[in-house]
C-alpha cells in the first residue's frame, strides 16, 4: 500500500488514522443510591460482546473522574444516543460541571439513569474491568433494555458529531 508509515508519528498520527472509524456514541451513566447525585459521561467505544450471556462494553479513560462515581452507583444506565442529542453528548463528554441540569433524564426500571429521547437503553452491572494502555475496558451485563425512538443516531468521525448520510 503506498503511503504507509510506521507509528512514528505518535498519538497524533494514530488518533488520526483511527478517527476514520465511525462510531456511535452512548451516554453512560448512573446514580448514587444514598445521595441521589448522577454520574456520567459519553462514550464512542461502546460495542456488543455476547448474546449469551448478554454482555456490552465500552473503554473510559485511565484518568476519568467520572467513571470511578458512575461504578460506586452499581447499575449502569446507557443510552445510545440519537443524532438530535449531541449537545447531551458534548456535554457528558467534558470533564466538570453539572452534566445533567437541564437535559431530560428518566430512568430505567430499576433505576438507572437514561436520556429520554435516545434511540435505546440498557440496564447493566459491570461484569469485568480490563485495563488496557491509558484506558479500561469495561465489559458489562445486560439486564434490561429497550429501543425506544425511531431515528438516525448520532455518529462521532474524524473529531466531530454527525449523521448518516442515505
Not at 461484569?127 to 439486564?143: Q, S
Request: glycine content about 14%.
Amino acid at each position: 500500500m503506498t503511503g504507509t508509515r510506521a507509528l512514528d508519528g505518535g498519538t497524533r498520527c494514530l488518533r488520526n488514522v483511527l478517527g476514520r472509524f465511525a462510531t456511535g456514541v452512548v451516554a453512560v451513566a448512573s446514580q448514587d443510591p444514598a445521595t441521589g447525585s448522577r454520574s456520567g459521561l459519553a462514550a464512542n467505544s461502546f460495542c456488543s460482546v455476547s448474546l449469551d450471556p448478554p454482555l456490552v462494553s465500552f473503554c473510559v479513560a485511565d484518568t476519568s473522574t467520572s467513571w470511578p462515581r458512575i461504578r460506586a452507583g452499581g447499575l449502569l444506565g446507557i443510552s445510545i444516543l440519537g443524532v438530535g442529542q449531541r449537545e447531551a453528548a458534548s456535554r457528558l463528554a467534558v470533564t466538570g460541571g453539572d452534566k445533567f441540569h437541564g437535559m431530560p433524564w428518566g430512568s430505567s426500571p430499576d433505576g438507572a439513569p437514561v436520556l429520554e429521547g435516545a434511540l435505546a437503553w440498557l440496564e447493566c452491572s459491570v461484569e469485568a474491568e480490563h485495563p488496557a494502555g491509558d484506558h479500561v475496558i469495561v465489559v458489562a451485563r445486560v439486564h434490561r433494555l429497550d429501543a425506544v425512538e425511531d431515528g438516525d443516531p448520532l455518529l462521532f468521525f474524524r473529531g466531530s458529531y454527525g449523521r448518516l448520510s442515505r
